[in-house]
């Protein structure tokens, strides 16, 4: 069965500073999608950034990256140069058939914590 | 403007009323989604649309809860003779064949007295 498995419930992070948000996952399917969201205190679900599990490359996006270590079962996610805007939760999450499936799995999220 | 209105954003009812999210794209996409997120956890799926037909529902959707999506654009979330543990954010999303990320609504956060 799919399994989203985030061990910091928080992190803090000085401004200005790199964090890693950590994500391992659970599935049997070889064909895969890995997400993240963030959620700041408003409520919205945003979407940050895809890596499917074939790509050999990770996911870059602007500030965010992915770092996927397939054999680990890990997507961890690592914010560099972290802004005050940054504080908020951060959600790993999972879809079986990369992006031709439909289900997604979330986990329980990271609190994070960006101090002045 | 997230690209999905959802409505209301916030209800509160009686334990027992019956309550009606609804859940508008501002664009066409084929494929949409209800999530589930109570208080310090990630959303849960609970149901799916591909266009008007509703292809997967989540064991979570028990027979008081009710989704339709008419015409392939708008949906809504039916939940009947509401109990408190259904007291949490319902979540929107969308996404199209080639989008990776889902995009979300802002949710509707219904409360149970």
């Known amino acids: 069965a799919q399994k989203i498995t985030q061990t910091q419930p928080g992190m803090f992070v000085q401004e200005k500073e790199a964090v890693t948000l950590d994500c391992t996952y659970d599935?049997?399917?070889?064909?895969?999608?890995l997400f993240w969201y963030k959620q700041p205190s408003s409520g919205e679900m945003i979407f940050l950034i895809y890596?499917?599990?074939?790509?050999?490359q990770n996911a870059t996006e602007g500030r965010y990256s992915l770092n996927f270590q397939k054999a680990r079962k890990s997507a961890n996610l690592v914010i560099s140069a972290s802004q005050l805007g940054d504080s908020a939760m951060y959600f790993c999450?999972?879809?079986?058939?990369?992006?031709?499936?439909?289900?997604?799995?979330f986990g329980a999220g990271t609190r994070l914590f960006v101090k002045a | 403007d997230t690209g999905v209105s959802q409505n209301p954003r916030h209800k509160i009812t009686k334990r027992g009323q019956n309550v009606t999210f609804r859940c508008d794209p501002i664009s066409e996409h084929n494929r949409l989604y209800w999530y589930r997120q109570t208080l310090g956890q990630g959303p849960e799926f609970l149901t799916y649309?591909?266009?008007?037909?509703?292809?997967?529902k989540s064991r979570l959707l028990s027979d008081r809860f009710s989704a339709e999506r008419p015409k392939g654009s708008f949906s809504t979330l039916e939940i009947q003779r509401t109990e408190q543990g259904d007291s949490a954010m319902y979540l929107c999303a969308i996404s199209g064949e080639n989008n990776y990320g889902y995009t979300f609504g802002s949710g509707t956060r219904l409360t149970v007295v």
């Open positions: 999450a999972m879809r079986e058939g990369g992006i031709g499936g439909f289900k997604t799995i």
């Open positions: 649309f591909q266009n008007e037909a509703q292809l997967e």
């Open positions: 599935t049997s399917d070889q064909s895969y999608g």
């Open positions: 890596q499917g599990s074939y790509d050999e």
